[in-house]
């Protein structure tokens, strides 16, 4: 008898969308699809999605790169993606991307409905942020190297110190 004792939705770690998948990737995802096919053959109702993550400056970086507009990366390697995964055996129950108009909607209907709360749920405040003068553009931490401002190692990240 069919156990029907919850309903579980599923994902794993989205995907950069500026590459391949690899063998770490894989790892995740099959051993996560492993786990659902057993729920789904329990009789429960298991739902499996993930997307591409398709924003952010490594995107922009890669997709200059190859001389190609982001988008147009966005969309090369959500099929390359999509592929590996069917060969893999790897069976979401829906694969889709960070950059689509359902995902813009529902990100924006979630932002407005915090901000607007009574108290409001978003902070605003003002950051700094490092400025690549070379490409005109803000660059995350990841991509800053150098003297840590904290202890003074060289030649750390700005996002990480391994001392």
């Not at 492993?34 to 952010?56: E, F």
């Not at 950059?99 to 709360?117: F, G, Q, W």
């Amino acid at each position: 008898m069919p156990q029907k004792d919850r309903d579980i939705l599923v994902t794993y770690a989205l995907p950069y969308a500026n590459g391949s998948i690899h063998l770490g990737h894989l790892v995740g995802y099959i051993s996560t699809d492993i786990w659902v096919r057993y729920q789904k053959m329990a009789g429960r109702d298991c739902i499996y999605v993930c997307a591409d993550d398709a924003h952010g400056t490594p995107i922009m970086l890669k997709a200059r790169e190859l001389g190609i507009t982001p988008e147009q990366l966005i969309a090369d390697v959500k099929v390359e993606h999509e592929r590996d995964f069917k060969d893999f055996l790897v069976a979401f129950d829906n694969y889709h991307s960070t950059h689509s108009d359902e995902n813009r909607e529902l990100a924006t209907l979630i932002y407005k409905n915090l901000r607007d709360a009574k108290p409001s749920h978003i902070a605003v405040r003002t950051i700094r942020q490092f400025y690549d003068e070379q490409a005109k553009m803000f660059l995350p931490d990841r991509f800053i190297k150098g003297t840590c401002p904290r202890c003074a190692t060289p030649d750390q990240y700005g996002d990480s110190c391994e001392n």
